[in-house]
């Protein structure tokens, strides 16, 4: 075993990925993830404790959100990078430690007491860290059910670090959410905690996934105005293009603002669809519209768009040795990529500077044609809701038997090819909410509408699947039930990285029962863990097409 990782959906015999990841990741740089969130651990610990003698460090908790972005599956494949943020890491890490040592001497006249030695990173050169993450992953906890619950809590605080982070990037920030990252992190080096206890603290995971979600949803409409229904095109122009994958809106904001007027158009890929949905980017005359697929496209669609690419967070899939895009792939935020050309974060109170990416573009070709036609999204809760009166009328004439979600994450295994196969089959009375890259199953297909609702309705990115979760719960009141799963609802969701599972845990946490995932359920989950979350949760994996959309409907 060079290696232990199964925190994604593609992980080896759903088991764990031994040798190399299936995403491609080197063991080199699994230890050196696996370090960084030992010291983020370490550096949580500290913060709890420092709480209690009322010290509270808002940018520690970003550190940590942050640094957990870049551990996220396929955000960031750059070994120095890793590195530096382990040493700042540890280095905050032993500065806090310093007062808290300080302040626990002056109350109790000794030195303050660490944690086990697994707890925290030890002091380590850099030349040793790879050697010193081999001791300290997934695996140091040796208890199966324990390890599970832990790396459950860990996972969701990923996904919640990746929210905390764009809305941090915008402005808006949360104390409580601030506060549990560190808690959350600290509780999973604290061997004193029973299974019971861990199993809350996985709950308690997803009601901040909510919380985190809903501070997003507010950061993004305040910044750029409500999503409102737009019609979005595929085609592409005659100028030199640059193609903005990922999901973050600060990012694409200001490249709107540093190329307008230059003859580049600006294109949206994968999860930056959405930005389309958004009034404030709608002013851009050089804003054209979207190209190319989900993720695991990518290889294809860079190689074809001819113009820079910019990542602005995860979702890189490794190039191979055919491909010629490098030097016009461009990296930014937490995200990583050896030849890449990286963007530095923003100097306070200025943007990024995005020079380098124009350059580029402006001696490239446009990008090759890859479709025509447009898609429709921009179904946020805001919209959605003003339509509830004639959705309400739609369900009672018997015009609309079932809203299915369909959202979360697409990926490349041949059985996602049931999540399309549901979508063709469902009944033309089923409505379909989407948000997440799992919108390219269902999205482009010839669906139509239900007396002017059109069946596939995108709340957008894979966080606005808390739009999703808002419109559910707002129809229980319209219909004036007194129980969420009373309504014509049912789940199909696909999954397979970490802002996935913190979605899945906001949904359990909200009430939502009964829920298909798939293509298979999470491998960290252990036996045990798993029967107590379907025991409680009736939470399944998808099947065949046939026999789950007759389970759907009926």
Same mark, same amino acid.
């Given at each position: 075993?060079?290696?232990?990782?199964?925190?994604?959906?593609?992980?080896?015999?759903?088991?764990?990925?031994?040798? &190399?990841?299936?995403?491609?990741?080197?063991?080199? %740089?699994?230890?050196?993830l696996?370090?960084?969130?030992?010291?983020?651990?370490?550096?949580?610990?500290?913060?709890?404790?420092?709480?209690?003698?009322?010290?509270y460090?808002?940018?520690? !908790?970003l550190?940590v959100?942050?640094?957990?972005?870049?551990?996220?599956?396929?955000?960031?494949?750059?070994? /120095?990078?890793?590195?530096?943020t382990i @040493?700042? +890491?540890?280095?905050? &890490?032993?500065?806090?430690?310093?007062?808290?040592?300080?302040?626990?001497?002056?109350?109790?006249?000794?030195?303050?007491?660490l944690?086990?030695?697994?707890? *925290?990173?030890?002091?380590?050169?850099?030349?040793?860290?790879?050697?010193?993450?081999?001791?300290?992953?997934?695996?140091?906890?040796?208890?199966?059910?324990?390890?599970?619950? &832990?790396?459950?809590?860990?996972?969701?605080?990923?996904?919640?670090? =990746?929210?905390?982070?764009?809305?941090?990037?915008?402005?808006?920030?949360?104390?409580?959410?601030?506060?549990?990252?560190?808690?959350?992190?600290?509780?999973?080096?604290?061997?004193?905690?029973?299974?019971?206890?861990? @199993?809350?603290?996985?709950?308690?995971?997803?009601?901040?996934? *909510?919380?985190?979600?809903?501070?997003?949803?507010?950061?993004?409409?305040?910044?750029?105005?409500?999503?409102?229904?737009?019609v979005?095109?595929?085609?592409?122009? @005659?100028?030199?293009g640059?193609?903005?994958?990922?999901h973050?809106?600060?990012d694409? /904001?200001?490249?709107?603002?540093?190329?307008?007027?230059?003859?580049?158009?600006?294109?949206?890929?994968?999860?930056?669809?959405?930005?389309?949905?958004?009034?404030?980017? #709608?002013?851009? #005359?050089?804003?054209?519209?979207n190209?190319?697929?989900?993720?695991?496209?990518q290889?294809?669609?860079f190689?074809?768009?001819?113009?820079?690419?910019?990542?602005?967070?995860?979702?890189?899939?490794?190039?191979?040795?055919?491909?010629t895009?490098?030097?016009?792939?461009?990296?930014?935020?937490?995200?990583?990529?050896?030849?890449?050309?990286?963007?530095?974060?923003?100097?306070?109170?200025?943007?990024?500077?995005?020079?380098?990416?124009?350059?580029?573009?402006?001696?490239?070709?446009?990008?090759?044609?890859?479709?025509?036609?447009t898609?429709t999204g921009?179904?946020?809760?805001?919209?959605? $809701?003003?339509?509830?009166?004639?959705?309400?009328? =739609?369900?009672?004439?018997?015009?609309?038997?079932?809203?299915?979600?369909?959202?979360?994450?697409?990926?490349?295994?041949?059985?996602?090819?049931?999540? @399309?196969?549901?979508?063709?089959?469902?009944?033309?009375?089923? *409505?379909?909410?989407?948000?997440?890259?799992?919108?390219?199953?269902d999205?482009?297909?010839?669906?139509?509408?239900?007396?002017?609702?059109?069946?596939?309705?995108?709340?957008?990115?894979?966080?606005?699947?808390?739009?999703?979760?808002?419109?559910?719960?707002? +129809?229980?009141e319209?219909?004036?039930?007194?129980?969420?799963?009373? $309504?014509?609802?049912?789940?199909?969701?696909?999954?397979? /990285?970490?802002?996935?599972?913190?979605?899945?845990?906001?949904?359990? !946490?909200?009430?939502?029962?009964?829920?298909?995932?798939?293509?298979? %359920?999470?491998?960290?989950? !252990?036996?045990?863990?798993?029967?107590?979350?379907?025991?409680?949760?009736?939470?399944?994996?998808?099947?065949?097409?046939?026999?789950?959309?007759?389970?759907?409907?009926?």
């Amino acid at each position: 075993m060079s290696m232990f990782c199964y925190q994604c959906q593609e992980t080896s015999r759903n088991l764990g990925c031994t040798m &190399r990841g299936v995403c491609g990741k080197s063991p080199e %740089l699994c230890h050196l993830l696996d370090l960084s969130i030992h010291a983020m651990k370490g550096l949580a610990w500290v913060n709890v404790k420092l709480l209690t003698y009322g010290k509270y460090y808002p940018e520690d !908790s970003l550190a940590v959100m942050q640094g957990l972005f870049k551990t996220i599956t396929n955000a960031n494949w750059d070994e /120095e990078q890793i590195k530096d943020t382990i @040493t700042k +890491l540890v280095a905050l &890490r032993d500065k806090r430690f310093a007062e808290l040592d300080a302040l626990y001497i002056a109350k109790n006249g000794k030195p303050c007491p660490l944690p086990p030695p697994a707890a *925290v990173a030890f002091k380590v050169k850099p030349e040793d860290y790879e050697e010193f993450g081999k001791q300290v992953g997934v695996l140091a906890t040796a208890n199966e059910d324990v390890r599970s619950l &832990r790396e459950t809590i860990i996972y969701g605080i990923k996904g919640i670090s =990746a929210y905390g982070d764009h809305a941090a990037m915008l402005g808006y920030f949360d104390d409580e959410v601030n506060k549990f990252v560190m808690e959350g992190l600290a509780a999973t080096i604290n061997d004193s905690l029973t299974a019971e206890q861990l @199993t809350a603290l996985v709950i308690k995971t997803g009601e901040h996934a *909510v919380k985190v979600m809903a501070l997003l949803d507010k950061a993004n409409t305040e910044s750029y105005g409500v999503p409102e229904p737009t019609v979005v095109q595929l085609s592409v122009g @005659t100028n030199p293009g640059i193609l903005v994958s990922g999901h973050d809106l600060k990012d694409f /904001e200001e490249l709107l603002q540093q190329t307008e007027g230059k003859g580049i158009d600006i294109y949206t890929h994968s999860e930056m669809l959405p930005a389309n949905y958004y009034p404030a980017f #709608k002013k851009y #005359k050089h804003f054209h519209g979207n190209y190319g697929s989900s993720w695991w496209h990518q290889l294809e669609d860079f190689e074809n768009f001819n113009g820079p690419i910019l990542m602005t967070t995860n979702c890189i899939v490794p190039l191979r040795k055919e491909q010629t895009y490098l030097d016009r792939f461009f990296t930014t935020g937490m995200t990583g990529y050896p030849g890449a050309v990286h963007i530095p974060d923003r100097e306070p109170g200025k943007p990024k500077d995005f020079s380098a990416l124009i350059a580029k573009a402006k001696t490239c070709q446009p990008p090759k044609e890859l479709e025509n036609g447009t898609i429709t999204g921009g179904f946020n809760h805001r919209t959605v $809701l003003a339509l509830a009166d004639k959705i309400i009328e =739609a369900v009672k004439a018997g015009a609309i038997k079932k809203f299915v979600v369909m959202a979360g994450c697409d990926g490349r295994m041949p059985s996602r090819k049931y999540f @399309t196969e549901i979508a063709e089959k469902l009944p033309k009375d089923a *409505v379909i909410l989407t948000a997440g890259c799992a919108k390219y199953r269902d999205i482009k297909l010839p669906l139509g509408d239900i007396g002017g609702i059109p069946r596939v309705l995108d709340a957008g990115q894979c966080n606005d699947s808390y739009s999703l979760a808002v419109i559910a719960l707002k +129809l229980k009141e319209a219909f004036g039930l007194d129980d969420v799963n009373k $309504l014509p609802l049912a789940f199909d969701i696909a999954w397979y /990285e970490q802002k996935a599972v913190a979605v899945l845990l906001a949904l359990l !946490s909200l009430g939502f029962k009964n829920m298909r995932l798939g293509p298979t %359920l999470p491998g960290f989950l !252990s036996p045990n863990v798993a029967k107590v979350i379907i025991d409680t949760f009736g939470l399944t994996q998808t099947a065949d097409a046939d026999g789950d959309v007759a389970a759907i409907m009926a």
